[in-house]
């Protein structure tokens, strides 16, 4: 299998995150290897490939669950390969999960809010006494998620605000993911699979949302995503990932006709397999 | 009006917000609605009883805590005797205790089993530095300096637990800190007893003193206890509602998402940990005055189950549930079973009482009264004519043991015996069908009363136990989420 030449990032924005020959075995079980994978400034890029190929192992590294066992992650100008996941997540990037991890017995609201901790300074006690500090973050806090919350309209509008999150249909449970990820005020954004689970109007509204994320609010976007509609509508870029290495990268066209994907996915023909034998 | 207005298989148009009919009034109408207008739907009690529900709920938290810290402190001028005054100190000390205990296992989710320890540290602590127990002539600080000099050692040994134990969760974390609350009673017991007294305990400690002000009385330890408690309350109410309350609950809720949205996990549970400590410290140096002395047996596990009865029966993760639990569970434990005539009120009030509201239809709830009542003067009359010592009650004993139960002269034998057949009789209760069920509860009633007329009212150590398990099961199967918890789910993973 050999990878496309890397595509540099677009001419002339700023590399966000890079990934740099980043390995990463379980034991004796290698999930990646030597992966290179760049993400520029307001750039949304899109990592597709089959169940197993190690999509959110790769979201696991960046954000500090896994350590690699070789490679350096960068953000911006910074090394954050072995960083605790807290002060990842400070330093701007946020994420949300496949199988959704929200604080499930926490108000709407507080979801959001609660994301905001490693933004804010007030001690215990400054809360406790509701000192000048506390008050300020507090109403901030408060009109930060409010904003965050509003950017799906009335999906997650005021009187849900104080419902706790089980009580929230799945596909508000999604959209509340990236809500209380935008709370961390991200500069990249982390989605995994936004898309699974929803019906095809929601698919439709969550490719419009990934692309006002961007448009909106400057953040750089790198998605995981099963529904090719969503990837070829959101993707200025496609990396396919099989077995934790790079087979393709580049446009969504290039990448979803390249033979290394499509083997990846279909399998090899027979007849081909019958010819090499 | 419609939801579809395109009909149910019409163009797959997401069915947004939809505006409400001209004129009308009420909350916009959504696709779901339904769940919009769930206050509406809110079913209160009846009658003048779901008003001061809504009033209830109407009015802020530190209005609710307010009435009800003047209500307890107006409850020792309706004439409170010196036993009820005691009982009401012990309650106050496990309602503080259990508020602490809500921080960490309620709010952090973090299952501390070592919590007592802190408890005894903070008792231990000030009868150190308040009794002539180190030196010649004793330390005996004022209170105002012994009390926040033991909060803040409590929160620094909390620190020194928690590091160790911050990464231990669940299970591990249980036992853990299960093996520091046992190391607490053995050090007390064993190491330097010249100062710690081994297991004779302390003695001599100093009454709370500062500015003048002495308190020696147990109704100056209850109102003092009534003001620390509403004031810790009032703190951890407004810590609840801030930035670190909301990371606890984080981090209860998922630990490795609050990491990806900036909680520093194991900060934070250490702040829990210290938080804990430091209430629990606080109860232990107001206990140690109030007491007078203290022993290792007054930290051990008995203490712990206690609290945590009291955290699990008001609702975890809820301070006036917590609060509330305490007062409950030690009322029933310290408090009614002193007296034979009380809790035999209670007993077949609570029977009574079960009877009524889940046998239907009357006729059978009759039936079974009936039979209930008449199979005991049978089998009264009948074992008094058989022989005399098998009805001969012991002295002082009530009108039911002497006309009802039967009560040999020598109970305890039979009365194991009875204890026994009792509760296979129960599983066997619930295992046939109804039918079966309202036959064989006659004689289980009967045998109810047996057991408690022969071993339960003279041996309450154990009933009293008992009695709060079996307050807690029925709590489990009616509402498990406690008094004033709110009903929460598992996370799915």
Known sequence: ?277 | MSVYPQGPLGPQEPPDILENPPGSRGPRLGADEWVARQEGRREYLPSWLGEAQRVFERIGWWPRLAVAGLAGALLPSLGLGGFQLQVGIDALVIALLAVGLNIVVGWAGLLDLGYVAFFGFGAYGYALLSSGQIGSAGIHLPAIVSLPVMVIAAAILGLAVGLPSRRLIGDYLAIVTLFFGEAFVEFTNNVAPAKLGGPNGITGIDPIRSFGIQLTTNAGYYYLLVIVLVITMAVLRLLDTSRTGRAWRAVREDPLAAAAMTIPVNRVKLLAFACGAMVAALAGTIFAAQQTSVFPTDFDTPILILVYAALILGGSGSIAGAATGALVVMVIYDGLLRNATDAGFLFYGLILLTLLARLRPWRRLAAVLAATVALGFAAHAIAAAISNSAVAAGPGSGWLARHWVIVPANPQTPGNWGFVILVCMLIALVQVSTRWRTILMVPTIYLAAFVWETRLVVEPSITRQLLIGAILIVMMIARPQGLFGQRRVEAAL
């Open chain 1, 1 to 277: 299998m050999s990878a496309e030449p890397v595509a540099p990032a677009p001419a002339g924005r700023e590399t966000v995150l890079a990934l740099d020959q980043l390995s990463l075995s379980f034991g004796g079980l290698r999930a990646l290897s030597e992966l290179d994978l760049q993400v520029a400034d307001r750039e949304i890029v899109s990592v597709i490939g089959p169940n197993g190929a190690g999509k959110t192992t790769v979201f696991n590294v960046i954000t500090g669950v896994y350590l690699p066992s070789s490679g350096d992650v960068r953000f911006g100008a910074e090394s954050i390969a072995g960083r605790p996941s807290h002060v990842i997540a400070r330093l701007g990037i946020a994420r949300t999960f496949q199988t959704l991890r929200l604080f499930q017995n926490m108000s709407v609201i507080e979801n959001v809010m609660a994301a905001t901790y490693g933004r804010t300074k007030a001690t215990p006690a400054e809360s406790i006494l509701r000192l000048p500090r506390a008050r300020r973050e507090e109403r901030e806090v408060r009109a930060l998620a409010e904003e965050v919350l509003s950017f799906f309209g009335q999906r997650l509008a005021g009187y849900r605000w104080d419902q706790p999150a089980y009580s929230l249909s799945y596909a508000n449970r999604r959209r509340l993911e990236i809500a209380r990820a935008l709370a961390t005020q991200p500069r990249l954004l982390l989605l995994d699979e936004p898309a699974a689970g929803m019906n095809p109007a929601e698919t439709h509204e969550i490719t419009e949302v990934i692309g006002r994320l961007r448009d909106e609010r400057g953040v750089a976007i790198l998605v995981i995503e099963h529904d090719m509609h969503v990837v070829a509508g959101v993707s200025d870029r496609v990396i396919a990932l099989d077995h934790g290495v790079k087979i393709a990268e580049g446009s969504f066209d290039a990448v979803a006709g390249h033979p290394a994907v499509v083997e990846a996915y279909m399998g090899r023909h027979p007849e081909e397999l019958a010819e090499e034998n």
